[in-house]
């Protein structure tokens, strides 16, 4: 039999344990994962918004300018909707170019699903898939703190990803 395979002598010290062959301490802790504040953090919490008696030509070229594909609708310093490319298309092909005077308020989806800082990723990617939308504005306290796109959760949930199945490899090659 191979000298590594034999156990080790009476006179022989105990060998010390390697951590790096633990589950628990290569598999990250759950309690640790990534969050919208950590989005919050890295991306900013800059937020364009605009007033729901806008002219929904204003809102269009404000999501041009910034490069964005949804805008915030904002009475006083409340959230009342949110404006998307995919409202502005729906509400242009009903109403042709004449749309683009009609109220922001008036093409804006309403009551929009928000997150919070401390919400999971995975959470609030479910919730986006779930009600087929790309963006969620975050709130903290009753006050807007940001808004973020599923591209924004996903490229955040696949460093995650990554990070684990590192360190799942590093647990099988020791």
């Given amino acids: 039999m191979p000298a590594s395979y034999q156990g080790r002598t009476e006179h022989e010290p105990a060998a010390q344990e390697s951590q790096s062959q633990s589950t628990a301490s290569n598999l990250r802790d759950t309690s640790t ?16 918004e605009i007033a729901p008696v806008a002219a929904l030509g204003d809102a269009m070229e404000m999501m041009r300018s910034h490069r964005i594909g949804s805008v915030l609708v904002v009475e006083g310093s409340t959230l009342v909707g949110i404006l998307s490319e995919r409202d502005v298309v729906r509400h242009l092909a009903e109403n042709g170019a004449d749309g683009i005077a009609t109220p922001v308020g008036d093409v804006m989806t309403t009551d929009p699903v928000t997150c919070t800082p401390a919400d999971p990723l995975i959470a609030v990617m479910q ?6 939308f790309r963006h969620m504005p975050v709130m903290d306290n009753g006050a807007m703190a940001g808004l973020i796109s599923i591209r924004d959760v996903v490229k955040h949930r696949l460093i995650e990803l990554e990070y684990d199945a590192l360190r799942m490899r590093q647990m099988i090659v020791g």
């Fill in 33 to 48: 994962a990534a969050n919208i504040a950590t989005i919050l953090a890295e991306k900013g919490g800059g937020i364009v």
């Fill in 127 to 132: 919730a986006m898939t779930d009600g087929n």
